[in-house]
Structure formats: structure tokens, C-alpha cells
């Protein structure tokens, strides 16, 4: 199997700084979102430090972009991921993200750079636009064999089913 993530934006209307949840969701469906994933965490033994705002992702986005240039993608977006979900960072920082991808071995100059120039913005911009036209609008989105879509959080029994009918398939 191979796996190839390719940036989304889920909130582009998102200010740079972000923006609360409770603005864009409401209180009550906030409160559901946030004991939703609290919730499948705990079930896989996760640590998550969830902030109340949806954050503009398009400074991360590029940053790990700068990264696949470099054969850093990998180390880069698991650093992304866990900075922003046990907390230690903040991904519509700069300063933050620059501090992350130095620790993955990217070089601070250029990445500040890249980030300021929103030197990756088209490439971003294509890839949203491209996933919007198949159908996807949530994150995490998985394709399996070019047919079968799996949007959201979704248990292990949801993607093993999946695989099995590509396995029928074949």
C-alpha cells in the first residue's frame, strides 16, 4: 500500500490567528466536537491537548510542503501533528513552526522564508480545490485504490472494511 498525503485546507476563511470555536460551531456543537475526539483519543491511548480554536492551517501546510522538498515530509508532519494536538506548538505561528521544522533539519532561513512568501499558497490551493471536486470537504480524507472515500475520524472497522472490498475487487 502506499500512502500519499497531500494538503487540505479546512478552514481558509479562518483569520491567520484563528478563530474560537465556539464563533464558528456554537456552544453546543463545539462541546460535541471537542468530547468526540477527546473520546476516540482515549480509546487509542492518545494524548491530546485541544485548543478552543480553529486555526488557520496554511503556514503549517506550506511548511511541510518546504519539507517533501527536502525528503523531510515524514518527520515533519508527524512533528506538525503532535506539536498541535499534545500542544507544544502552535502551527499559524511562525516562530512555532520554524522551531519544528529546525527540529526535524530543516533550515530556519529558508523555511521562515517560505512560510512568510506563502511560497506553496498555489500548491495548496490546487490540491483543495482538486479534493473539493471529488467530494471531499473534512479531514482526515482517505482514497483507497482511486474508488472508495473514508471522510472523517473513523474507527479501525471502517478502514478494514474498506480494504477487504478493494481485496474482493481484485
Known sequence: MQVTWRPFELHPEAPIEGMPLEEYFGRGR???????????????????????????????????????????FEEMHLALFKAHW?????????????????????????????????????VIDDNR?????????????HIFGRRYLVLGAQPYDAFKHVLERLAEDR
Open 30 to 72: 463545539s462541546d460535541r466536537i471537542r468530547s468526540h475526539l477527546e473520546s476516540i483519543a482515549a480509546e487509542v491511548g492518545l494524548s491530546m491537548q485541544q485548543r478552543d480554536v480553529i486555526i488557520n492551517s496554511r503556514r503549517a501546510l506550506g511548511a511541510a510542503e518546504l519539507a517533501r522538498e527536502h525528503g523531510k
Open 86 to 122: 499534545e500542544g507544544a506548538g502552535r502551527l499559524e505561528d511562525v516562530d512555532d513552526l520554524v522551531r519544528i521544522g529546525a527540529g526535524v533539519g530543516l533550515d530556519s532561513n529558508e523555511l521562515r522564508k517560505a512560510i512568510e512568501e506563502n511560497r506553496y499558497g498555489a
Open 129 to 141: 480545490h482538486e479534493a473539493e471536486s471529488v467530494g471531499i470537504n473534512a479531514i482526515p480524507a
